[in-house]
């Protein structure tokens, strides 16, 4: 499947409307390139949810260092921060900590993450909800997509399929991440990615 392509599809459908759209944000450099390439075309609110980043300095300064990019961008973008809820994560990763990174533990990880994101796109009324995850050439983009679909039918809210490393999306990223001098992390943000 060519999420790419079906998110051009979506966008040219759109006929210069905006929809709202709720992007689940992962950290500040992730987020850069989606927010420079969706911005004109949707009415972004970007969610924090990530119960999976320790310890919670690290949390804080991603989303310190993600406030800080929509101030340097320019963009009247509010952010929404889900609780901090590691346990929440550590519960979810019971018996696949073992796991190599990219396997089974990652891909609950975005279930979890994307299962908030549908909730909130559902209790607040976007017409789209979406994440930056797959801008990373380290992330599954068709389980992210699946999933997506997945929770877009439970809550009836749509999906927005995305491959955002596609067109050079991810070293896009890496040239935000200079020009704003952002902190880019070295681990995807739970314990067992930082100690491989």
């Not at 911005?39 to 260092?65: A, G, M, V, W």
């Not at 796109?121 to 909800?129: E, I, L, M, N, R």
């Not at 997945?150 to 995305?162: D, I, T």
Request: one cysteine or more; aromatic letters at 12%; glycine letters at 6%.
């Amino acid at each position: 499947m060519n999420y790419d392509k079906e998110l051009d599809n979506i966008i040219c459908g759109l006929n210069g409307k905006k929809p709202s759209l709720l992007l689940h944000a992962c950290c500040a450099p992730c987020s850069s390139y989606v927010l420079e390439y969706l911005n004109s075309h949707f009415n972004i609110t970007l969610f924090f949810s990530n119960p999976n980043i320790s310890p919670e300095e690290e949390y804080q300064k991603r989303l310190r260092e993600l406030e800080r990019l929509v101030a340097l961008m320019g963009l009247s973008v509010k952010i929404i921060e889900d609780d901090y809820t590691p346990q929440e994560f550590f519960d979810m990763a019971k018996g696949l900590e073992a796991l190599p990174e990219g396997g089974e533990r990652c891909r609950k990880c975005y279930r979890l993450r994307l299962l908030k994101a549908a909730a909130q796109a559902k209790q607040d009324g976007f017409d789209y909800f979406c994440t930056t995850l797959s801008i990373s050439p380290y992330k599954n983009a068709q389980w992210i997509n699946e999933i997506g679909e997945e929770l877009s039918e439970k809550f009836g809210v749509h999906f927005l399929p995305s491959d955002f490393k596609k067109k050079n999306g991810y070293k896009r990223s890496i040239e935000l991440s200079r020009k704003y001098d952002l902190y880019r992390q070295n681990f995807c943000g739970c314990v067992f990615s930082k100690k491989e």
